[in-house]
């Protein structure tokens, strides 16, 4: 049973940067990507990052414009991370880890919601201006 674990929310300022740390456990990960999503009130939940647990690749969102955001794992740890810099009170959000079996190959990294069938409780982030 895949289970995942977010952490690191929090209230701060606009202009500080979070971690965010989402720890996965129940099975191995290879061949796994995972996801980095946000869900804002009156909104859809929206990916931010992806990272392939085995290959290391990874993807952005437009919306995480100039890479303020980092997407990595720790595989001794089986814990990915995204890094959060000069946040914005827009990014106020519920922070959601999600994971989703993709195979080894080069296959592009999933980017709906609906693609991935593991989920984390998900982390506050307030962000205030």
């Known amino acids: 049973q895949v289970q995942l674990v977010e952490s690191g929310g929090g209230l701060v300022q606009a202009g500080d940067s979070l971690k965010l740390s989402c720890a996965a456990s129940?099975?191995?990960?290879?061949?796994?990507?995972m996801g980095w999503f946000r869900q804002a009130p009156g909104k859809e939940r929206e990916l931010l990052a992806a990272i392939h647990w085995s290959r290391g690749i990874t993807y952005y969102a437009d919306s995480v414009n100039g890479r303020r955001f980092t997407i990595f794992r720790d595989i001794a740890k089986n814990t990915v991370y995204l890094q959060m810099n000069s946040l914005k009170p827009e990014d106020t959000a519920v922070y959601y880890c999600?994971?989703?079996?993709?195979?080894?190959?080069?296959?592009?990294?999933?980017?709906?919601?609906?693609?991935?069938?593991?989920w984390g409780q998900g982390t506050q982030v307030t962000v205030s201006s």
């Open positions: 999600a994971a989703q079996n993709v195979g080894v190959g080069a296959v592009p990294l999933p980017r709906s919601a609906r693609a991935y069938d593991y």
């Open positions: 129940g099975r191995t990960f290879i061949g796994y990507a």
